[in-house]
């Protein structure tokens, strides 16, 4: 069972069963890179892979942090005494979690936790969320505060914005609670309303592969923040609430208003981003997961050209994968390091995965990890 691991290292460090124990995934985001910060569409499904929180009361009111990931004593805060910046790390992400709990003037109180997961941070795949997701959930059913999945989604990504400092949009949050299993979401970030796309890449004699680069980028945040407000700019200048309101064929005119080069790429980009992520929720309709490679590569190029937010090893694997027969590849996630998809003819997959060593061992980069991956579940007790 999914949550043993865990509820014997939790019996271990603080004596007694938890509570309540909550698995929440990661996900791979198939397209819609940088447009939920734009009320945009996004199209994200869930992995396998994710962490689990488990979470029991403490007495004398202290929450008590801790992670198998990063032994050592557990980090103890007054809930009091929760602000931005008063814990740091790994222990940032739960905290905030129940600071965004309690500024909601929820009766959120002390409590013992422990996280336990294999998710890769830093891979683009969404392990922040992952934490924020479990905590939100297993909190939820320890105080029987009866939050529901939207309004947690909602409180872990003001944990991640407003506490932990990273301005992110409502994709990642979204993602970890509302998959589910053989399906991609469909998000609208304006509204908030979703559909399940059926994604079934076997079934149409494909195969998705994921290559974590194992690259990691340390500006990310800063970066992150700067074309966040590039494009609040660039939506201010033509004077939309947001990008989302210029359609394709409102593009050249939006494109001539702009002053700046540099916000005419980034408006191009998140403009034939929603476009492309519109057309292969179509072709995801229609069972075709097979024809949407080009529109995977199309995003590709944009986010390296006009958004500019890739990198060597991202912009290696997609070339290498291209190269080896992908009908499309893609970086995922906020980008300058972590991951890309590459889909693939299903008999295509294992050339792909050699020809992806060789390429990162010929100029000497560590070999990157290559799976082949399909949607699964959101977040659900363990
Ligand atoms: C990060 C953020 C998301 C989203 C992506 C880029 O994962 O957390 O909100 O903006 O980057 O698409």
Request: hydrophobic share 45%.
């Amino acid at each position: 069972m999914r949550g043993r691991r865990v509820r014997g290292l939790f019996r271990d460090l603080f004596g007694g069963e938890p509570a309540s124990v909550w698995h929440a995934p990661g996900r791979v985001n198939l397209i819609g890179e940088h447009t939920d910060y734009n009320d945009g569409f996004v199209l994200p499904f869930a992995l396998p892979l994710g962490v689990l929180a488990a979470v029991g009361p403490a007495p004398g009111g202290v929450l008590r942090l801790a992670s198998a990931q990063h032994p050592g004593t557990p980090v103890e805060v007054s809930p009091d005494e929760l602000r931005p910046g008063r814990v740091t790390g790994w222990a940032a992400y739960p905290a905030g979690v129940v600071w965004a709990l309690r500024r909601a003037g929820l009766p959120v109180e002390g409590l013992k936790l422990l996280l336990d997961g294999k998710l890769p941070a830093g891979a683009g795949l969404s392990s922040s969320a992952a934490v924020e997701c479990a905590v939100g959930m297993a909190v939820d059913e320890l105080y029987g505060l009866g939050l529901g999945r939207a309004r947690i989604a909602a409180l872990a990504r003001s944990a991640e914005a407003e506490f932990v400092g990273m301005p992110c949009g409502p994709m990642d949050q979204h993602a970890s609670l509302m998959c589910t299993r053989g399906h991609a979401l469909l998000l609208d970030t304006r509204s908030l309303v979703h559909e399940q796309v059926p994604l079934d890449f076997a079934a149409d004699g494909s195969a998705l592969l994921l290559v974590d680069t194992g690259s990691t980028h340390r500006l990310v945040t800063g970066e992150y923040a700067t074309r966040r407000r590039d494009c609040e700019a660039a939506a201010i200048e033509l004077g939309v609430p947001s990008l989302r309101e210029i359609c394709p064929a409102e593009l050249p005119d939006a494109l001539r208003r702009l002053g700046s080069e540099r916000l005419r790429s980034r408006v191009r980009h998140v403009v034939t981003e929603n476009e492309r992520v519109v057309r292969v929720a179509e072709r995801l309709r229609a069972g075709r997961p097979s024809a949407i490679g080009e529109l995977l590569t199309a995003s590709h190029e944009s986010l390296r050209v006009d958004y500019q937010v890739s990198g060597p090893q991202l912009d290696l694997a997609v070339a290498t994968a291209l190269r080896a027969g992908a009908l499309g590849a893609r970086m995922t996630g906020g980008g300058f390091g972590g991951s890309v998809i590459a889909l693939a003819a299903g008999q295509a997959l294992q050339r792909m995965v050699d020809e992806m060593l060789a390429a990162f061992a010929r100029v000497g980069l560590p070999a990157p990890s290559c799976a082949s991956v399909a949607p699964a579940a959101g977040a659900s007790r363990a």
